[in-house]
């Protein structure tokens, strides 16, 4: 028994590490700033990071596939403007939402197909992704637009109470990144599409070798970053009610950390989506604690976030050039 | 450790295949037996990897018939082979270090339940297959946490469940193995041939065929020198039909007389003294005179190209003195060796040799460039002039100097690297495996060149599998076996007693 | 044995080729569509029409793109070079800012046209503070050993905060004139701009032509084992590389604080990164690293701001341009990924010589 505590904890050391790391980071703010204890603060954390959460949840399954994917944050962008715009236009949300998702998806599986057949690199392509959303979305509206649409204010207002918390409530879309979790944890781990993930980020060329489905995997993995962003987008416009290219501004960076921490390594090959949880976990309490102590502003949480990735990356480093020696 | 019948699993006859400017084999014939195992030797440029490559439809020969169990086959792909039952495990371990040993087995394949992978099955199924190779290990940590060895026998493990292997190529399986594990690798290798797997085992470490193997074949410069049963061929036959010439010659042949050095200088321009890396090479003791060629012999992984790299300052050595002109030395690196007046041409030219996309002339004064630094940038005219000047003087067959290295021909593209180091007046040479790779024509050439230099009083070293080059370029020659320096031999020596110390049987 | 070349091959063969031709197309394409895109005239004793105004806002991104190229030919990336032009730009407008270190801090103080420090010294510490990001980097890279992406990923996150930091926060506006004549200012005509970035140029040209550094550079980008093997300090070459890329985005801060007056942290040379890999990649540059031309770099960084200024002259509205952007990289991609792959079959054909593969 004591064998097995052992190796689980051996085997997921990283995780384990993130999920302390918070505990602490908690901790402190709950020291420093007493009204942090309570309850609702820790599911404001979910609140507020829904979006980043969601899109967080897609860009690991990329990462660990040894690529990348920096064009997250403008299908957030062009998804709330082009709700906003087909809303306002008098389209029923019950049709823009699986539109914006179909958009997000397409959009996705276009880079990927580009990436594995042009064989260009994913970090040129993702980044013209990127800006070609945001481009489009600037081209939707130069400025704000507000959605009034009944069934995203009922999305966006009505409070969920949780069971066993006075005074502790959720939002409808808040639900949407945990459940999203729980899904692709088991389809990382318990399906050959989730393996097959993790064997192209070992080695591609050996997951050929061994006749994996590489060329579908790859594709299916950028097509379902796409959709996630595009998900991430619909909660991101929920929660503002507007739509606007400028929106989600650097998130992609702020994503890419969230995983960088959460365990995954950059490189490829391992890491899984509950680390990433914790990583948007840290990032949002971070920010909760600036806003709580109101005088420094937000740029701390660019110093600190790039400092816990700088230190996350150092380890991976090292952990890299051992492995590589043996 | 007998063949169950006499039905051939593979039976190549006449295989060829060439590349461009290189003829990787030559009318090969080739032949596994159910059941056996059956090593494959040679030198590099053998043509080992290149007939491996044929036979698991990684390349496609240019002439000659590929039967499998009794029936011509055409193999399309590495994945058609596999299906057939041929199944490689390469020298690094293509799985993932991250999954688990049962994930790693059966990737790809796992069993299912409902949607997703049983997994209570699939450790099942590769305990299973783990256990008829008489290993039991817990499958369910991840493969990295594992010794190499184990790794290994996952990888055979892997190869066996995917194509329920009728046979399986092993690719130098022990080179990263210490003595336990390779025990234990044979062990499961035995159990194989057993249940009537057929294993071609390439190696280079000739007690271990002995060790293990059954049938040997040998292959040199791209030609099938025979295949032999391991009880009827000694070591030192088997030795000199990898490295040296026919047995028959040696009779005939009392002995060669070693290159006459007329200028050797007395005073040595580098000693050591007991210097050595561990994991590396043992201890030695080397004196390199100017004016002398010392020639390295001994098989690969021997120790050869490990001493050159002490010499030449790539690796740092853990204990011992290196004294050059009578100073000891404690700094090392290429740079500080290049302003002594040491150059090195690497064994792996494709990747330690060459920067393929630039150009000749950039190739050649690469390392005078070096020693001059970054501020006293040599002239576009000088360039030429040093690149034109080694053109010709070696011979170098190129369009111009301005063309990319790698568009020439292996022999051509030696001639560039040893042009560099010719360009920065080196007191000391080392060339290890100058002559790989090239057609006869350049091969002489170089040898040839080597003596010059000596001749202008410049210290060689000259390293090669090639024992006949080394004989005849050199004025010493060191041995060298299991990553030790044996012995050495000068003056009158004949080539039957270089090759006993090779075997090591004297 | 130098056949020379006959000058028509050496042409279309020079990395400089394809950019021109884009260029060429573009202004052809202007011309047509757009009569009097390329009017000059003279205005308060300077230049003015659409090709300075290309000049003018294209010489940063041409300074980052110079940087960046040794960055890529060493094959590695910089992805902070956005971040440490806020650095920089932080670094100088806050020392000219006369309330700095005041306790009475009102209007007349602040909008003041003096300086709380000497001019010179302002630009050398703008200079200063983006080189040793640079050397950051370096060290990062060749020490460190970390992934190019990876340890410039840094500075990305945290640039902007640490020049936040710098500002303590705040918005920096310049109303020092001196200070505004780097962004704004004319000699005989031209923008001072180009002026410098003809200097930097120069500069850049000197120390990879005529000393070795670019042979070096080139050389570790094509197979930095070789290089070590023939005694090349890999690691100080690329150290020299990023601390090169640190040092222009230092210079394009200063310029672009001085073109708006002012420095905001969070906005000023934003996704600058993006544009300078694309400008180097325009020029022909493989991201693989290996064979490097500043000149490509800035030609392909002013065809970007060329085809900027074409979108305005069609009346692209300037909110479309990213997505116009995004389908000039998706050309460039295809041009250089399946266009370089058939060339280089055509190539091999010819040539018929090629280093076999030895088993």
Not at chain 2, 142 to 160: D, V
Not at chain 3, 320 to 346: E, M
Request: charged fraction near 15%; hydrophobic fraction near 45%.
């Amino acid at each position: 028994m004591a064998q097995r505590v052992k190796s689980f904890i051996v085997n997921n050391a990283p995780l384990l590490v993130t999920i302390i790391i918070f505990v602490i980071v908690y901790f402190i703010g709950g020291q420093l700033y007493p009204v942090m204890k309570k309850p609702q603060v820790f599911f404001n954390l979910f609140i507020n990071n829904a979006s980043l959460l969601i899109i967080s949840i897609g860009l690991t399954l990329v990462i660990i596939s040894k690529g990348i994917d920096l064009s997250v944050a403008g299908i957030i962008a062009l998804t709330s403007a082009a709700s906003a715009a087909l809303l306002q236009a008098g389209m029923s949300p019950w049709v823009v939402l699986p539109l914006m998702l179909l958009m997000g998806t397409t959009l996705g599986l276009i880079m990927g197909s580009i990436i594995h057949y042009f064989k260009v690199e994913p970090f040129i392509v993702t980044l013209m992704g990127l800006w070609f959303a945001r481009g489009m979305a600037y081209i939707i509206t130069l400025t704000s637009l507000t959605i009034s649409d009944d069934v995203y204010r009922f999305l966006a207002l009505t409070k969920i109470p949780i069971p066993g918390f006075e005074k502790a409530y959720l939002y409808i879309p808040s639900l949407i990144g945990p459940v999203l979790l729980l899904i692709v944890f088991y389809i990382s781990k318990y399906t050959r599409f989730g393996r097959t993930i993790y064997a192209i980020g070992n080695n591609e060329q050996s997951a050929e070798l061994m006749g994996l489905p590489v060329a579908r995997t790859k594709i299916i993995v950028y097509t379902f970053g796409g959709f996630c962003s595009a998900l991430g987008g619909i909660v991101f416009s929920i929660s503002l009610l507007s739509g606007y290219g400028g929106y989600a501004n650097s998130m992609e960076l702020d994503a890419i950390s969230s995983v960088v921490i959460g365990g995954t390594l950059l490189t490829g090959g391992a890491g899984n989506v509950i680390g990433t949880l914790f990583g948007v976990l840290i990032n949002g309490t971070i920010v909760s604690i600036l806003q709580f102590n109101g005088t420094l502003s937000s740029w701390w949480t660019r110093i600190g976030v790039g400092a816990l990735t700088l230190i996350f990356l150092g380890i991976q480093s090292l952990i890299n050039l051992k492995k590589r020696n043996v | 450790m007998m063949a169950n019948n006499h039905q051939n699993v593979i039976e190549m006859k006449g295989i060829s295949k060439s590349f461009p400017g290189v003829q990787a084999l030559d009318k090969v014939d080739f032949s596994l037996r159910c059941g056996e195992i059956h090593a494959l030797v040679g030198e590099n440029g053998a043509g080992k990897s290149t007939l491996i490559k044929v036979m698991t439809g990684v390349e496609k020969q240019d002439e000659g018939s590929y039967q499998f169990r009794g029936k011509e086959v055409s193999i399309r792909s590495p994945l058609h082979a596999q299906e057939l039952g041929i199944s490689p495990v390469y020298q690094e371990i293509n799985l993932c270090s991250f999954l688990s040993v049962a994930e790693n087995i059966l990737l790809g394949r796992e069993p299912k339940k409902f949607a997703g992978i049983d997994f209570k099955a699939m450790n099942q199924r590769a305990e299973e297959i783990l256990s008829e190779l008489d290993v039991s290990i817990d499958v369910t940590q991840p493969l990295g946490s594992y010794s190499t060895a184990l790794q290994q026998i996952t990888a055979i493990a892997r190869a066996l469940e995917v194509s329920s292997a009728k046979v399986l190529i092993l690719d130098e399986p022990t080179s990263s193995l210490d003595a336990n594990e390779t025990t234990k690798l044979f062990r499961v290798m035995r159990k194989l041939q057993e249940n009537g797997v057929a294993i071609i085992f390439i190696t280079h470490f000739i007690d271990q065929v002995y060790e293990i193997s059954d049938r040997i074949t040998v292959l040199r410069n791209g030609a099938l020198v025979g295949n032999y049963d391991t009880s009827d061929i000694s070591r030192f036959e088997l030795i000199t039909k990898m490295i040296g010439r026919n047995l028959e010659d040696f009779d005939e042949m009392s002995t060669i007389k070693l290159e006459a050095g007329k200028n050797i200088k007395e005073e040595p321009l580098l000693n050591t003294e007991q210097l050595s890396l561990s994991g590396s090479i043992k201890p030695f003791d080397l004196e390199l005179h100017e004016g002398e060629v010392v020639g390295f012999a001994g098989l690969l992984g021997s120790g050869r190209t490990e001493v050159a790299r002490l010499l030449f300052g790539v690796d740092q050595p853990d204990s011992g003195k290196y004294y050059f002109g009578g100073e000891e030395i404690n700094n090392f690196s290429p740079l500080l060796s290049i302003e002594r007046g040491i150059g090195l041409c690497p064994e792996d030219r494709k990747n330690l040799g060459i920067a393929g996309d630039l150009t000749v002339r950039e190739n050649i004064i690469l390392a005078i460039q070096a020693r001059l630094g970054w501020f006293k940038y040599l002239s576009s005219s000088k360039q030429y002039e040093i690149a034109d000047e080694y053109i010709e003087l070696l011979n170098i067959s190129t369009p111009s100097a301005d063309q990319p290295v790698k568009n020439l021909s292996g022999g051509n593209q030696q001639k560039v690297i040893l042009a560099r180091w010719l360009a920065t007046n080196p007191r000391l040479l080392i060339m290890d495996e100058p002559t790989r790779g090239i057609d006869i024509g350049a091969k002489a050439e170089i040898q040839k060149l080597v003596l010059l230099l000596a001749e202008q009083g410049k210290a060689c070293v000259f390293i090669s599998s090639e024992l006949e080059e080394v004989l005849r370029t050199s004025h010493r020659v060191v041995v060298l076996r299991d990553k030790e320096m044996i012995t050495e031999f000068s003056g009158e020596v004949g080539e039957r007693k270089i090759m006993e110390a090779i075997a090591g049987t004297d | 044995m130098n056949k020379k070349k006959p000058l028509s091959n050496r042409i279309r063969e020079s990395q400089l080729f394809w950019p021109i031709v884009a260029l060429i197309i573009l202004f052809v394409v202007d011309a047509i569509f757009s009569p009097g895109f390329f009017k000059i005239g003279i205005l308060d004793g300077h230049l003015y029409g659409n090709i300075i105004n290309i000049l003018n806002n294209s010489a940063p991104l041409m300074l980052v793109a110079m940087g960046m190229t040794l960055v890529i030919a060493t094959e590695g990336v910089d992805l902070s070079v956005g971040g440490v032009i806020a650095i920089s730009a932080a670094m100088g407008t806050v020392l000219i800012n006369p309330a700095l270190g005041n306790e009475l801090i009102t209007n007349d103080i602040l909008a003041a046209n003096t300086t709380n420090t000497p001019l010179w010294l302002v630009v050398i510490a703008n200079l200063t503070a983006g080189t040793l990001c640079g050397v950051w980097n370096g060290m990062l890279v060749s020490r460190g050993k970390i992934q190019p992406m990876v340890a410039t990923l840094i500075l990305m996150v945290a640039g902007r905060g640490i020049a936040q930091l710098i500002t303590n926060g705040q918005i920096m506006t310049v109303y020092y004139r001196p200070y505004w004549w780097f962004g704004n200012g004319f000699i005989l005509g031209l923008p001072v701009s180009f002026y410098i970035v003809a200097i930097v140029f120069i500069l850049g040209w000197l120390i990879t032509r005529k000393t070795s550094i670019g042979l070096f550079i080139e050389a570790v980008g094509v197979n930095d084992k070789a290089t070590y093997y023939s005694g090349i300090s890999e690691k100080n070459v690329k150290l020299f590389a990023y601390t090169f890329c640190g040092f222009c985005s230092s210079i394009a801060g200063l310029i672009l604080s001085s073109y708006i007056h002012g420095c905001d942290a969070n906005n000023i040379g934003l996704s600058y990164e993006l544009d300078a890999i694309l400008a180097v990649v325009i020029g022909g540059t493989l991201m693989s690293g290996g064979r490097f031309s500043l000149l490509a770099s800035m030609i392909g960084a002013f065809l970007i701001w060329t085809f900027t200024i074409t979108m305005y002259a069609f009346g692209v509205p300037a909110n479309a341009l990213l997505a116009g952007r995004a389908i000039l990289v998706l050309v460039v991609i295809i041009l250089y990924s399946d266009y370089s792959r058939k060339l280089l079959n055509r190539l091999f054909d010819r040539k018929g010589r090629k280093h076999g593969a030895a088993s």
